[in-house]
């Protein structure tokens, strides 16, 4: 029972280390990268107080360098997931009636753990992994990972504050109950703090979950299951599971008590479990809420008026950062004829100076893309533009997976604004560039527009206002999040709510109230004081 109106912490993003030569913490998390590295990791399920470890088991390596062997996890059988069901359904009770402060506090504690004792660890765990220079698993499994977990208490205390009105004599309260049943979690590999969020935010709210982290992900996905654990998540809450993921999915999805999935991937994988939940629509208690974060094909588009330099640096930032493998990547860009020779300059002066190798070496600025699978995908795409004539590799075009699974930084130029890297999400470091004719500047926003089926992130990069604003209104449905003069990657919790429409998904921006609200069931409450005791109406009157 509440003793109190609390007011939570206020949330402030998390800074970022530079970890610049010299500092304290480059050191620690090169120590701990070394450490864990030469450590096999042996990762349970976590069924309610269970570590079960079934012995059907899958080994993990790391992208950079895949003949090393980091340890194993186990995989789940359908029993197992009918267990996890089972258990979260059971903690659902007890947790859904905990005092909202309490939960609260589990999570800012999470926060704090992760900005301090587990800082370093997380971090070098998404460094071996998932092939993240410390920057990049700084910006991702620290801060915002941080972030998530602060914002997300604020946006609960924020959501529960609104009230209704109430009249004379009535005293209306809306209660904001989880949902009833079960939460499921998707988190892919390419971030782990959405590997974090996505079922700890239902969960913030009151449900019960069970998380399958992404198989190419288990590696940081064990992390950050020891912080939940020591910050005081109770059992059952939050279930995480690995295995078949048809088997998991169709198995969850057969419960009634399924009322909702949290999932980031891949959009032909979130149109099959719409599909899905469809089918099996008669069968729950509950209409489930379906919230999901799928593909992009996001863009660049320079007007005549912008900086060149300023064009190229958010290309080869916003396009080659973490190998591309962000949903938020750019991967087409649209450059006027006047400027592509300072463009195209300035691009392969960059991309001849990018190193790669393992993040290890933090002079490094590319690693390995995530496994064969994509890596074979990738090569493919370079080696057809190689034979195509309405295509040229500018820079770039390489890759070898001998050690790891390395693609060069590649840049393709086409004559074909409909040429198959403009439309096709390809999830790697290949940026594909269209050339227009400066007084074609309305047409070639209508071509971005229409384009690509996604509608994630995109930028304009102008100095001409009147450019900027008539882009920005050309384009307001080929983007969620627009930039601009900026790069169309980095959102920020707080600040920048992440999603799109289109087949990039059902744009329920996380960080930000608008995700927490998909997680709730409100119910209105009407009190009466003084009730009527006569049926009659003044206008029965005589």
């Known amino acids: 029972m509440g003793k109190g109106f609390f007011q939570v912490?206020?949330?402030?993003?998390?800074?970022?280390?530079?970890?610049?030569?010299?500092?304290?913490?480059?050191?620690?998390?090169?120590?701990?990268?070394?450490?864990?590295?030469?450590?096999?990791?042996?990762?349970?399920?976590?069924?309610?107080?269970?570590?079960?470890?079934?012995?059907?088991?899958?080994?993990m390596h790391p992208p950079h360098d895949h003949k090393h062997n980091l340890g194993i996890y186990h995989t789940a059988k359908k029993k197992h997931i009918t267990q996890a069901i089972s258990t979260a359904l059971e903690a659902r009770s007890a947790w859904a009636n905990l005092e909202w402060e309490q939960r609260a506090a589990i999570f800012l504690k999470a926060a704090d753990l992760i900005a301090g004792p587990y800082r370093a660890r997380i971090n070098a765990a998404t460094m071996i992994g998932q092939s993240k220079t410390i920057f990049q698993a700084e910006i991702d499994a620290a801060c915002e990972l941080i972030d998530f977990l602060r914002f997300n208490v604020e946006y609960m205390a924020q959501i529960y504050e609104e009230q209704p009105e109430s009249s004379e004599g009535v005293w209306n309260r809306l209660e904001y109950r989880p949902l009833e049943g079960f939460v499921y979690a998707i988190t892919p590999f390419n971030f782990t703090a959405i590997a974090g969020n996505l079922p700890s935010s239902a969960a913030l709210m009151g449900n019960t979950v069970i998380w399958k982290p992404s198989d190419s992900q288990v590696y940081s996905a064990q992390v950050v299951m020891e912080v939940f654990k020591e910050a005081g998540v109770p059992d059952g809450v939050i279930n995480m599971v690995m295995g078949d993921p048809e088997m998991i999915t169709d198995t969850i999805l057969a419960s009634p008590d399924f009322a909702g999935i949290h999932f980031t991937g891949s959009t032909n994988v979130f149109k099959g479990i719409w599909s899905k939940i469809g089918q099996n629509i008669h069968t729950y208690k509950t209409y489930p809420r379906i919230v999901g974060e799928t593909g992009g094909k996001d863009f660049i588009v320079a007007h005549p008026s912008a900086v060149a330099k300023q064009v190229a640096t958010a290309i080869t930032r916003g396009a080659f950062e973490f190998q591309g493998q962000k949903c938020s990547a750019a991967s087409r860009g649209y450059i006027p004829k006047s400027m592509w020779p300072a463009v195209k300059n300035f691009i392969i002066e960059d991309l001849n100076s990018f190193k790669m190798g393992s993040p290890e070496d933090m002079t490094n600025f590319i690693?390995?893309?995530?496994?064969?699978?994509?890596?074979?995908?990738?090569?493919?795409?370079?080696?057809?533009?190689?034979?195509?004539?309405?295509?040229?590799?500018?820079?770039?075009?390489?890759?070898?997976?001998?050690?790891?699974?390395?693609?060069?930084?590649?840049?393709?130029?086409?004559?074909?604004?409909?040429?198959?890297?403009?439309?096709?999400?390809?999830?790697?470091?290949?940026?594909?560039?269209?050339?227009?004719?400066?007084?074609?500047?309305?047409?070639?926003?209508?071509?971005?527009?229409?384009?690509?089926i996604y509608g994630l992130t995109g930028a304009i990069l102008s100095t001409d206002r009147y450019a900027a604003a008539q882009a920005t209104k050309a384009l307001q449905n080929a983007a969620g999040n627009f930039y601009i003069n900026d790069k169309c990657t980095g959102a920020v919790v707080g600040q920048q709510p992440f999603g799109g429409a289109r087949?990039?998904?059902?744009?329920?921006?996380?960080?930000s109230k608008l995700n927490l609200l998909r997680w709730i069931s409100p119910r209105v409450i009407k009190e009466t004081f003084v009730p009527a005791t006569n049926y009659r109406y003044p206008f029965m009157g005589e």
């Open 9 to 59: 912490p206020t949330a402030v993003n998390e800074p970022i280390k530079t970890y610049a030569p010299g500092t304290s913490e480059r050191e620690e998390v090169l120590l701990t990268y070394k450490d864990m590295f030469n450590t096999k990791m042996e990762v349970p399920l976590y069924i309610g107080s269970e570590e079960i470890k079934t012995g059907d088991t899958a080994t």
């Open 367 to 452: 690693t390995a893309v995530i496994h064969e699978g994509s890596f074979d995908k990738l090569a493919g795409f370079i080696d057809q533009a190689k034979k195509d004539k309405d295509a040229e590799i500018i820079v770039g075009g390489n890759y070898d997976k001998s050690k790891g699974y390395f693609i060069e930084p590649t840049v393709i130029l086409t004559t074909n604004p409909k040429y198959t890297t403009m439309e096709t999400e390809l999830f790697g470091p290949v940026m594909t560039i269209y050339i227009y004719e400066d007084k074609k500047w309305e047409e070639t926003l209508k071509l971005v527009d229409e384009t690509s």
């Open 503 to 511: 087949a990039s998904g059902t744009n329920d921006k996380a960080g």
